[in-house]
T-cell receptor
Framework: AQKVTQAQTEISVVEKEDVTLDCVYE???????LFWYKQPPSGELVFLIR??????QNEISGRYSWNFQKSTSSFNFTITASQVVDSAVYFC????????????FGRGTSLIVHP | NAGVMQNPRHLVRRRGQEARLRCSPM?????VYWYRQLPEEGLKFMVY????????ESGMPKERFSAEFPKEGPSILRIQQVVRGDSAAYFC??????????????FGEGSWLTVV
């Protein structure tokens, strides 16, 4: 069985602060994929990143960066210099390489960025 | 718009009526997933389909819910005799194919069902 835990239900920051969203996963498989999605107030789900279990290199995309650590089963997401437009619910997800690849989602972290 | 298309965006039904939610996958995608998002909860998997086949329906309630993905046309999630507890956002997603590195699923904008 696979599980994704996003322990932070809600985070509130002031614009320009850095913020890290935590994601801890559980799986017995050695090959798997991790994802982050963003759900802004308008409701749609936007794909942000996919990482496979064999690639532990951290990734940076503009103000976004992801820290994948297999040793702690974590795939954390950091937003640098947050902006009001970053306010959204962020979901972490895990899918396994075998079977039907169906992603399992965490409960999401609501990020509120105040001006 | 080449993304996953869902309609309607918003649907209001009275208790006991039927709700039909439609999903057209991204161009070139043949795998469709349905998820449900209840208020204050995360996304729960419901069903995974390929054309004319239900591959995994382990997340579907046993009664009143059904899904199809016909050879032609959109995927349909059907909820019969809706109850207030069915009020939720229903998201459809699609992917190109199954396999290592190919399983990113892209979501539609969701269909918000309200049962009154």
């Amino acid at each position: 069985a696979q599980k994704v835990t996003q322990a932070q239900t809600e985070i509130s920051v002031v614009e320009k602060e850095d913020v890290t969203l935590d994601c801890v996963y559980e799986t017995r498989d050695t090959t798997y994929y991790l994802f982050w999605y963003k759900q802004p107030p308008s409701g749609e789900l936007v794909f942000l990143i996919r990482r496979n279990s064999f690639d532990e290199q951290n990734e940076i995309s503009g103000r976004y960066s992801w820290n994948f650590q297999k040793s702690t089963s974590s795939f954390n997401f950091t937003i640098t210099a947050s902006q009001v437009v970053d306010s959204a619910v962020y979901f972490c997800a895990l899918s396994l390489s075998g079977g039907s690849y169906i992603p399992t989602f965490g409960r999401g972290t609501s990020l509120i960025v105040h001006p | 718009n080449a993304g996953v298309m869902q309609n309607p965006r918003h649907l209001v039904r009275r208790r006991g009526q039927e709700a039909r939610l439609r999903c057209s996958p991204m161009k070139g995608h043949s795998h469709v997933y349905w998820y449900r998002q209840l208020p204050e909860e995360g996304l729960k998997f419901m069903v995974y389909l390929q054309k004319e086949n239900i591959i995994d329906e382990s997340g579907m309630p046993k009664e009143r819910f059904s899904a199809e993905f016909p050879k032609e046309g959109p995927s349909i999630l059907r909820i019969q005799q809706v109850v207030r507890g069915d009020s939720a956002a229903y998201f459809c997603a699609s992917s190109q194919q199954q396999g290592p590195g190919e399983n990113t699923i892209y979501f539609g904008e969701g269909s918000w069902l309200t049962v009154v």
